[in-house]
């Protein structure tokens, strides 16, 4: 990539020296208001360009930073420390993802280094080391220290720096920091900070046969006329089943080859001693592709040929493409086409799915049709994996990437189409710690700087979305039938009210819904059961005083957990011993109140003992493959009924489920937030459309005491377009989004007096420019998490640029003043831009 820098040298002014300093800005991943200037080197000079890390020092900390910009404007406020050192020759980012960073940083009021911090994968930010430096100013006078600190001293006058790992081997001990602390103080040594790659490539021992026996005639001899070989008998063996090996798979591994032939080492090590064969060490990739192939075996039907004409139609006009397509009308077919058309053409693919949960149901399906072509990218790989993926993209080796939003921010090269499905999906939104970026807002800005296309895919698009295309931003495409003709799955409601339960408590199945799971399971059909809260029971009560167990560093009370046996507060994580006696009157009896995933599976096998019963929640699909196995399990039909939480509603696809079951509407129904009623649809919808997706035989039965609420009406009748109707009319009357932008401004401390008053001082100042868009503060319905008490601000501002820029200067100046008060030093601020 060629720069403005290096063609200043090569010209006829001379050297760099000749031209005056230079000086770069770099991104280091600190919150820091703004990036900081470096001088550059002039032996750097001809070298460096935007999109390399270089090595930096900052208050005796070494970061390793990335260049955004190189200028010879020298700061007026201080002298500029130089560059280190120069960590690549090659930019690892490209000039696309630095206007990435820039602008997420901008619009969600974060800093470029929050941003590269969420942004790279670990082992590009580097390590930093401890290292001790000794002071030579000390001398070498001894005698007022310690023993250890003598130890370490006299290593240090030997070897003038020790880095703490050996500090840790010359004291024999793992805890060595108060002796450094002491030699620190008595300023023996002084501590600098440097850094480390912690990348290594993975490595695999090959085995070679010596290219002497290549030749038939030779290896034929040795096989048949070496005395030495033939009276070794596991060696033959091992020779003959290393040259089988060679001739099925072409290269042999060490460890298959031992494997295969049931040898051991030091056979092996034999066969290396006599020339016979060879050990070679490689660098191999940590995660495995298939062979490059596009092979599409499938044709659209006439209604997804239709709609697939519609979006490349679309692609011409606008840049963004809404796909309303209902459960089962087979989106997935339509995106590998356009997949196919794109990298046909040499571009890259980004395919963003909401969680990881999505990707191994997908992945096996886009293998299928473009084998190596495709990679994933998550947070359940490793750093080193993460790392090669990063380096494919960059390369463009990999032409597909699926991923969760995280993959937003990989260097792709020649970006031709992202594809947002279940772009409705609230894990889209990073919540902590910043950037809290919406990645399907971001992924529409990504793309406009490749001049790439993007299509939003639901079948209960955002209320945002679908305005924005009837609005004519983006082009609306609708798919309204399912694949094959399949009819949409009847949905029944049942009342629970009308349900008698002796203990007073919330029924987990209802006598109807009991039925229709035994009808299927006589049929062989499989059953999904909802339910959106994990653990045994949400909470118990005390059956004397009404006391229920909280958790000492929230205001929530506890879950019961009876796989674990613990009370676990959902919010922090912390843990309890069960809780036998009440806190308050001493009585021993509780009652446990609402029922979890973990009860409801209890419930199923003590109902169905001839049913395999599973469970997908957090809880129980911990690991990177262990959500994968599960869905092979149940897409193979060796479970026959899957309860979960909001992992079993988005865009499965299994072909047996004849029945869904929604165990409690009225906690969906019941959110204090604007978006109940959306996200209470679309969860509702996209859970009954797993039913029956092949024969059209579906059945959804949803268990509720509310019955009047409005939504279900739509819900029964799957219908999304009056839905939004009835929705958008409320959105407007109270000024909710997409009529304006919402911010809403968190505020943190361990006080609760101080926080109120932060952010009283804070919506006051606010108020003389944004008083009539402000609201609050208020405390959220959890008003203390992991010991901080939380306060709330909210701005509903006019879709207007200018307004919504001036609002979020004004939040950062304010959250400077307030931070500058003795008072409100240690307040949290958290500005989140489009709140979820």
Same mark, same amino acid.
């Given at each position: 990539?060629?720069?403005?820098?290096?063609?200043?040298?090569?010209?006829?002014?001379?050297?760099?020296?000749?031209?005056?300093?230079?000086?770069?800005?770099?991104?280091?991943?600190?919150?820091?208001?703004?990036?900081?200037?470096?001088?550059?080197?002039?032996?750097?000079?001809?070298?460096?360009?935007?999109?390399?890390?270089?090595?930096?020092?900052?208050?005796?900390?070494?970061?390793?930073?990335?260049?955004?910009?190189?200028?010879?404007?020298?700061?007026?406020?201080?002298?500029?420390?130089?560059?280190?050192?120069?960590?690549?020759?090659?930019?690892?980012?490209?000039?696309?993802?630095?206007?990435?960073?820039?602008? #997420?940083?901008?619009?969600?009021?974060?800093?470029?280094?929050?941003?590269?911090?969420?942004? $790279?994968?670990?082992?590009?930010?580097?390590?930093?080391?401890?290292?001790?430096?000794?002071?030579?100013?000390?001398?070498?006078?001894?005698?007022?220290?310690?023993?250890?600190?003598?130890?370490?001293?006299?290593?240090?006058?030997?070897?003038?720096?020790?880095?703490?790992?050996?500090?840790?081997?010359?004291?024999?001990?793992?805890?060595?920091?108060?002796?450094?602390?002491?030699?620190?103080?008595?300023?023996?040594?002084?501590?600098?900070?440097?850094?480390?790659?912690?990348?290594?490539?993975?490595?695999?021992?090959?085995?070679?046969?010596?290219?002497?026996?290549?030749?038939?005639?030779?290896?034929?001899?040795?096989?048949?006329?070496?005395?030495?070989?033939?009276?070794?008998?596991? &060696?033959?063996?091992? $020779?003959?089943?290393?040259?089988?090996?060679?001739?099925?798979?072409?290269?042999?591994?060490?460890?298959?080859?031992?494997?295969?032939?049931?040898?051991?080492?030091?056979?092996?090590?034999?066969?290396?001693?006599?020339?016979?064969?060879?050990?070679?060490?490689?660098?191999?990739? %940590?995660?495995?592709?298939?062979?490059?192939?596009?092979?599409?075996?499938?044709?659209?039907?006439?209604?997804?040929?239709?709609?697939?004409?519609?979006?490349?139609?679309?692609? *011409?006009?606008?840049?963004?493409?809404?796909?309303?397509?209902?459960?089962?009308?087979?989106?997935?077919?339509?995106?590998?086409?356009?997949?196919?058309?794109?990298?046909?053409?040499?571009?890259?693919?980004?395919?963003?799915?909401?969680?990881?949960?999505? *990707?191994? &149901?997908?992945?096996?399906?886009?293998?299928?049709?473009?084998?190596?072509?495709?990679?994933?990218?998550?947070?359940?790989?490793?750093?080193?994996?993460?790392?090669?993926?990063?380096?494919?993209?960059?390369?463009?080796?990999?032409?597909?990437? $699926?991923?969760?939003?995280?993959?937003? +921010?990989?260097?792709?090269?020649?970006?031709?189409?992202?594809?947002?499905?279940?772009?409705?999906?609230?894990?889209?939104?990073?919540?902590?710690?910043?950037?809290?970026?919406? =990645?399907?807002?971001?992924?529409?800005?990504?793309?406009?700087?490749?001049?790439?296309?993007?299509?939003?895919?639901?079948? *209960?698009?955002?209320?945002?979305?679908?305005?924005?295309?009837?609005?004519?931003?983006?082009?609306?495409?609708?798919?309204?039938?399912?694949?094959?003709?399949?009819?949409?799955?009847?949905?029944?409601?049942?009342?629970?009210?009308?349900?008698?339960?002796?203990?007073?408590?919330?029924?987990?199945?209802?006598?109807?819904?009991?039925?229709?799971?035994?009808?299927?399971?006589?049929?062989?059909?499989?059953?999904?059961?909802?339910?959106? %809260?994990?653990?045994?029971?949400?909470?118990?009560?005390?059956?004397?005083?009404?006391? #229920?167990?909280?958790?000492?560093?929230?205001?929530?009370?506890?879950?019961?957990?009876?796989?674990?046996?613990?009370?676990?507060?959902?919010?922090?994580?912390?843990?309890?011993?069960?809780?036998?006696?009440?806190?308050?009157?001493?009585?021993?009896?509780?009652?446990?109140?609402?029922?979890?995933?973990?009860?409801?599976?209890?419930?199923?096998?003590?109902?169905?003992?001839? =049913?395999?019963?599973?469970?997908?929640?957090?809880?129980?699909?911990?690991?990177?493959? =262990?959500?994968?196995? $599960?869905?092979?399990?149940?897409?193979?039909?060796?479970?026959?009924?899957?309860?979960?939480?909001?992992?079993?509603?988005?865009?499965?696809?299994?072909?047996?489920?004849?029945?869904?079951?929604?165990?409690?509407?009225?906690?969906?129904?019941?959110?204090?937030?604007? %978006?109940?009623?959306?996200?209470?649809?679309?969860?509702?919808?996209?859970?009954?459309?797993?039913?029956?997706?092949?024969?059209?035989?579906?059945?959804?039965?949803?268990?509720?005491?509310?019955?009047?609420?409005?939504?279900?009406?739509?819900?029964?009748?799957?219908?999304?377009?009056?839905?939004?109707?009835?929705?958008?009319?409320?959105?407007? %009357? +109270?000024?909710?989004?997409?009529?304006?932008?919402?911010?809403?401004?968190?505020?943190?401390?361990?006080?609760?007096? #101080?926080?109120?008053?932060?952010?009283?001082?804070?919506?006051?100042?606010?108020?003389?420019?944004?008083?009539?868009?402000?609201?609050?503060?208020?405390?959220?319905?959890?008003?203390?998490?992991?010991?901080?008490?939380?306060?709330?601000?909210?701005?509903?501002?006019?879709?207007?640029?200018?307004?919504?820029?001036?609002?979020?200067?004004?939040?950062?100046?304010?959250?400077?003043?307030?931070?500058?008060?003795?008072? +409100?030093?240690?307040?949290?601020?958290?500005?989140?831009?489009?709140?979820?």
């Amino acid at each position: 990539m060629a720069n403005s820098v290096q063609h200043a040298i090569s010209s006829d002014m001379g050297t760099a020296s000749a031209l005056g300093p230079f000086y770069a800005e770099i991104i280091i991943p600190l919150a820091l208001p703004k990036n900081y200037t470096w001088l550059l080197p002039a032996h750097l000079v001809a070298m460096a360009q935007p999109g390399c890390r270089v090595e930096v020092a900052l208050k005796n900390k070494k970061y390793a930073g990335v260049i955004k910009r190189i200028h010879q404007d020298k700061p007026e406020a201080f002298a500029p420390k130089e560059i280190l050192n120069l960590l690549d020759t090659v930019p690892v980012i490209y000039k696309e993802q630095l206007q990435l960073w820039e602008w #997420v940083a901008n619009y969600y009021l974060c800093s470029e280094g929050e941003v590269m911090a969420a942004a $790279l994968p670990a082992h590009f930010k580097l390590s930093s080391e401890t290292v001790l430096v000794f002071n030579e100013e000390y001398g070498s006078d001894f005698s007022d220290l310690g023993h250890d600190e003598y130890l370490v001293a006299e290593a240090l006058l030997i070897k003038k720096e020790l880095k703490l790992t050996e500090v840790q081997q010359v004291l024999d001990a793992v805890h060595v920091y108060p002796i450094t602390k002491k030699l620190i103080e008595k300023k023996v040594c002084f501590v600098w900070e440097a850094l480390k790659e912690t990348y290594s490539p993975k490595k695999e021992n090959y085995v070679l046969l010596n290219p002497e026996f290549e030749d038939e005639e030779k290896l034929s001899k040795l096989l048949n006329e070496d005395k030495k070989l033939q009276r070794s008998e596991k &060696q033959m063996e091992l $020779l003959l089943s290393y040259l089988h090996l060679q001739k099925t798979t072409g290269e042999v591994t060490k460890s298959a080859l031992l494997k295969k032939s049931g040898a051991s080492d030091a056979q092996l090590k034999g066969l290396v001693q006599k020339n016979i064969l060879i050990l070679e060490k490689r660098n191999i990739g %940590r995660v495995a592709y298939l062979p490059k192939n596009i092979q599409i075996d499938f044709e659209l039907s006439n209604s997804q040929q239709d709609c697939f004409l519609q979006v490349n139609r679309s692609f *011409t006009e606008k840049q963004v493409c809404l796909l309303h397509g209902i459960t089962s009308s087979g989106k997935t077919n339509i995106y590998i086409k356009l997949i196919e058309q794109y990298i046909r053409s040499g571009k890259q693919v980004l395919y963003l799915l909401p969680e990881i949960a999505l *990707t191994s &149901q997908i992945i096996r399906r886009l293998q299928k049709h473009f084998g190596g072509y495709i990679g994933i990218y998550h947070s359940k790989f490793s750093q080193n994996e993460r790392l090669e993926i990063w380096n494919k993209i960059r390369s463009g080796e990999l032409k597909i990437l $699926l991923g969760a939003r995280s993959s937003l +921010f990989l260097p792709f090269e020649n970006l031709g189409l992202v594809i947002v499905d279940e772009e409705h999906d609230a894990s889209y939104k990073q919540q902590e710690p910043a950037p809290r970026y919406h =990645a399907r807002d971001a992924a529409v800005y990504y793309a406009s700087l490749f001049n790439a296309k993007v299509l939003l895919g639901s079948a *209960t698009p955002s209320i945002e979305s679908y305005y924005n295309a009837s609005t004519g931003k983006y082009v609306l495409v609708e798919l309204n039938e399912r694949f094959g003709n399949v009819r949409m799955p009847n949905i029944e409601i049942i009342d629970t009210k009308k349900i008698i339960n002796k203990e007073k408590n919330k029924i987990i199945l209802s006598p109807d819904l009991q039925q229709a799971i035994e009808l299927s399971l006589s049929k062989n059909k499989q059953v999904i059961l909802f339910q959106n %809260r994990r653990g045994y029971s949400p909470y118990q009560v005390c059956q004397v005083c009404g006391w #229920v167990p909280q958790c000492r560093n929230c205001d929530v009370s506890l879950t019961f957990h009876k796989l674990s046996n613990k009370l676990q507060c959902h919010y922090c994580g912390s843990t309890y011993p069960p809780v036998n006696n009440c806190a308050a009157c001493g009585n021993h009896q509780f009652v446990q109140r609402n029922f979890g995933t973990e009860r409801i599976e209890e419930y199923l096998e003590e109902s169905f003992p001839q =049913a395999r019963v599973a469970r997908m929640d957090i809880d129980s699909v911990r690991g990177k493959s =262990a959500h994968d196995n $599960l869905i092979q399990l149940f897409e193979q039909q060796r479970i026959s009924i899957l309860v979960g939480t909001q992992m079993v509603v988005k865009g499965l696809d299994f072909e047996n489920v004849e029945l869904v079951g929604i165990l409690d509407a009225d906690s969906i129904l019941s959110f204090a937030d604007f %978006r109940v009623n959306e996200r209470a649809f679309q969860l509702m919808e996209q859970v009954s459309g797993r039913a029956g997706r092949k024969d059209g035989e579906g059945r959804v039965l949803i268990q509720v005491a509310n019955t009047k609420h409005p939504v279900l009406a739509f819900v029964q009748a799957h219908d999304y377009k009056n839905f939004y109707r009835y929705e958008i009319e409320g959105r407007q %009357r +109270f000024f909710y989004p997409p009529y304006s932008r919402i911010i809403m401004i968190r505020f943190r401390h361990k006080l609760k007096d #101080v926080v109120e008053n932060a952010a009283a001082v804070f919506a006051m100042n606010l108020h003389r420019d944004f008083g009539k868009y402000l609201v609050g503060p208020a405390e959220p319905i959890v008003n203390r998490v992991r010991n901080q008490y939380l306060m709330e601000i909210l701005l509903k501002l006019p879709k207007d640029a200018h307004t919504i820029q001036l609002a979020k200067l004004s939040i950062h100046q304010q959250t400077v003043i307030l931070q500058n008060d003795k008072k +409100f030093r240690s307040v949290v601020i958290i500005p989140d831009v489009d709140a979820v």
